[in-house]
């Protein structure tokens, strides 16, 4: 499980009216100074004729031991008339380390010697006259663990083949840096001095050998050398592709013929066939390209050819391919009465100026029509925040095929935007959800989802009780960019007023100024909240000692909300734009997790700027006393692995769960309880995978758990590079897959894509396609209606989630 290392709300009730799988994102306005503990100002305390309080009483009897060069931050706890300050009364803390009086916790980064230190905690009451109270304490400052390159070998890399593999280290300090002290890289490949990582295409084979230096942060730093050799294989001449992405007309068109082994050059040609009218084959690069002129819709078969340059005999292979040149406007039609209704979309990505998020609710007539609806945006771009936009429903309108895969045109503020999508969870001829995709020129590149809405609870009396809730976003340009993540619960108490508590993740900072973590979250107070009679609400809440966050809220029924920031972004605010769902099950415990759990997530690969997407799907298993295990699979940024992980978990009476790997200090995930193993998580490191933990029912699994028609999209796009993807998949429940998919590859549009395959299942609801060969995609399944995908091939290095429901 990487989370680190481990990075909807689905409940069965409200599968039976909708699912949620949309982004959510907070405000870095939450790394204000947040205060902790507030004083209690109650009256006759103490004074004149009054009965003192208890004297206070340090509860913390040890402290665990710290690591010399490692951030350290545990807290004293004690109990008492607040407010309680905190002292050091003998003794002395290890250099580098201090006590923050207000919140007794004990910070920094000890700098050494290593060695026992041994102090007196004092805790003084706000009561008069104070009151004190002391606790002898000690804190074992430990070495930094040697560091050590574990890798024993590289894996073979073939030439013209995209390539990763990663240097992996233990012990030192973290971060830890990497470089090559002798040799040099094949040509094509490079090393990510942060991440180990080394990718590229290499365009040369042979075998190099080279010494890889790992340097850590300790003081004095460690370093550690490991000499491996790595080889690049010419190998058979194969072309890989095997389909290629539809053209439009009128659209520019670019995509390449791969091919792995064979000796470079290699000079490409068509064998037989003819390409559609206005495209041409690039012999030197394998590359198509052209804009089809109107009249050029319709299907083209060929075969392309490759010839290389070994010697005596150069060697030759093919491979049959085609091309059907599509309308922008090719839609299905004639099964609109599959939206009838009041709908909310959600849809968060990318435009040219950064981040954006939409949330919408349109009315629809079950023939294609669109008859009211409101709309607010909240860009990054000069256009910034637009709310309450009326939908122009003269100019809206929306179709879909027999297939459930539609096509929805919203036009609101003068903007034309045009979205492909397929639905899916039919009851009585009418669909609760959908999954969608934009799918126009206005340079946004955003995925979410479609929700219907349930009139008879859009008011404040309707909305009451805890709603956890899961956020993510991309921050800024301005705000340092990266990415921010939360999780928390907040209790809308059924009139006007919000509270609650929450864990935030930013760049891998938790709960910056929050000393309380991980023991404690961080609170928000003084919220409001009203819902008009159309669904369309307000909400805000302010963090302690930030500015109050103002949030714009669709209602789907009672226990589910979609919100979405209504303040500009900045350097200190950022898109907030998710979902919330009614806790039950409370007061919780650890037995509130127990058995399998399908957790999938999606992150970044780094903090750096470039950084790529990093997702993961597999088994969460709980034994209900406060053990786990983990079992799954990962792409971070074109890097496919599996990933295990063992630990501890501990769940609070509000739902809050701190999940700590094997031999961790520190929780490396904090999750919210929606209800009995269904959860929102965070992880707590730098890639801030953010997710959901869904109970896997329906097991043991077999090729027959999927058997129908999928509809499906990506959720949760992380980069800019993102492909979009949306569309239908129908499994035969005996190893065989088919389909039709739209695409949005960052501005490129292509519909109509066909989808053909085979699949295996495991009895753990690991799916693996194809059957043989090289892994193209891993699928895990939550139960045989739902399951969640991804690209595991080395060669897509911004992967994102698709979750396909029936």
Request: aromatic residues 6%.
């Amino acid at each position: 499980m990487s989370f680190p290392a481990l990075k909807r709300i689905s409940l069965k009730e409200f599968r039976q009216v909708t699912e949620v799988n949309v982004a959510m994102s907070a405000r870095t306005k939450l790394l204000g100074v947040l205060a902790v503990g507030i004083g209690m100002a109650l009256s006759g305390c103490g004074g004149s004729g009054s009965n003192p309080p208890a004297p206070p009483t340090i509860t913390t009897i040890s402290l665990p031991a710290a690591v010399e060069g490692s951030a350290y931050n545990q807290a004293i706890h004690a109990t008492g008339f607040a407010p309680l300050s905190f002292s050091v009364s003998a003794g002395t803390l290890p250099a580098g380390l201090s006590l923050i009086s207000s919140t007794g916790a004990i910070a920094g980064t000890p700098t050494g010697p290593t060695g026992p230190s041994s102090f007196t905690a004092k805790v003084t009451d706000g009561s008069t006259p104070a009151q004190s109270a002391t606790q002898p304490l000690s804190i074992t400052v430990g070495a930094a663990t040697t560091l050590m390159i574990t890798n024993t070998s590289l894996t073979n890399g073939n030439v013209n083949a995209a390539y990763t593999a990663t240097l992996q280290s233990t012990g030192g300090v973290a971060p830890i840096l990497w470089s090559v002290t002798v040799g040099t890289l094949p040509t094509g490949l490079s090393l990510n001095a942060s991440t180990g990582a080394i990718t590229g295409t290499p365009t040369e084979s042979g075998v190099v050998s080279l010494t890889f230096q790992a340097a850590d942060s300790s003081l004095p730093q460690q370093l550690a050398t490991k000499a491996l050799a790595l080889t690049i294989d010419g190998g058979t001449l194969s072309i890989t592709t095997t389909s290629l992405l539809n053209p439009m007309e009128g659209e520019s068109y670019n995509q390449t013929v791969h091919f792995i082994g064979g000796t470079l050059p290699v000079t490409w040609s068509l064998a037989s066939g003819t390409l559609p009218t206005g495209l041409s084959l690039d012999p030197s690069t394998g590359a198509i390209t052209g804009t089809p002129p109107l009249a050029a819709v319709g299907s083209s078969s060929f075969t392309v050819q490759l010839v290389d340059s070994s010697a005596p005999t150069p060697q030759t292979a093919m491979q049959p391919l085609s091309l059907t040149v599509t309308t922008a406007t090719a839609c299905g039609s004639g099964s609109e009465s599959l939206l009838t209704g009041q709908y909310a979309t959600q849809l968060t990505g990318f435009d040219g100026s950064g981040p954006v998020g939409m949330l919408a609710s349109f009315t629809t007539d079950g023939a294609g029509n669109i008859t009211a609806g409101v709309e607010d945006i909240n860009s990054s771009g000069p256009s910034g925040v637009q709310t309450n936009l009326p939908v122009t429903t003269a100019s809206s309108s929306y179709a879909i095929g027999s297939d459930r895969r539609g096509c929805l045109t919203l036009v609101g503020g003068g903007v034309t935007r045009v979205f492909r999508f397929a639905v899916s969870i039919i009851t009585v001829g009418v669909a609760a959800s959908g999954r969608i995709i934009e799918f126009d020129t206005t340079g946004a590149n955003t995925a979410g989802a479609i929700l219907i809405q349930n009139p008879s609870d859009f008011s404040n009396a309707s909305v009451s009780g805890n709603y956890a809730f899961r956020v993510k976003s991309p921050l800024t340009a301005a705000a340092g960019g990266g990415f921010y993540a939360a999780v928390g619960a907040l209790n809308l108490d059924g009139t006007t007023t919000v509270t609650g508590s929450g864990d935030i993740n930013v760049n891998g900072t938790v709960d910056p100024g929050n000393p309380g973590y991980p023991a404690m979250p961080i609170t928000f107070t003084a919220g409001t909240y009203n819902i008009g009679t159309n669904g369309r609400g307000t909400l805000s809440f302010t963090p302690p000692g930030a500015p109050t966050i103002n949030v714009i809220v669709e209602v789907l029924y009672a226990k589910t909300l979609l919100l979405m920031s209504s303040d500009a972004q900045s350097a200190t605010n950022t898109l907030f734009a998710g979902f919330a769902g009614l806790q039950k099950g409370a007061p919780y415990g650890n037995s509130s997790l127990n058995g399998a759990t399908l957790l999938f997530a999606s992150g970044q690969t780094g903090t750096e700027a470039g950084a790529a997407s990093r997702v993961e799907a597999g088994v969460l298993t709980t034994d209900g006393v406060g053990s786990f295990t983990f079992s799954g699979d990962q792409n971070s940024g074109g890097m496919a692995s599996t990933q295990t992980a063992a630990g501890t978990y501990s769940v609070a009476a509000d739902g809050r769960v701190q999940v700590t790997n094997m031999g961790g200090a520190t929780p490396a995930l904090v999750m919210y309880l929606v209800n009995q193993n269904e959860a929102y998580a965070i992880s707590t490191d730098t890639h801030v995978m953010t997710g959901d933990a869904e109970p896997q029912t329906g097991g043991p699994f077999t090729n027959a758990s999927l058997t129908g028609r999928y509809a499906f999209a990506t959720v949760d796009p992380v980069v800019t590079a993102s492909a979009l993807t949306a569309g239908v998949a129908t499994y035969d429940g005996a190893g065989n897959v088919t389909g039709t998919f739209d695409i949005n590859e960052s501005g490129f549009l292509s519909l109509g894509n066909a989808i053909a395959g085979t699949y295996t299942v495991s009895s753990n609801g690991r799916v693996v396609t194809p059957v043989s060969g090289m892994t193209q995609r891993l699928t895990y399944i939550i139960f045989p209606g739902k399951v969640v995908t991804f690209d595991y091939t080395s060669g897509n290095t911004n992967p994102t989630l698709v979750v396909m429901d029936q």
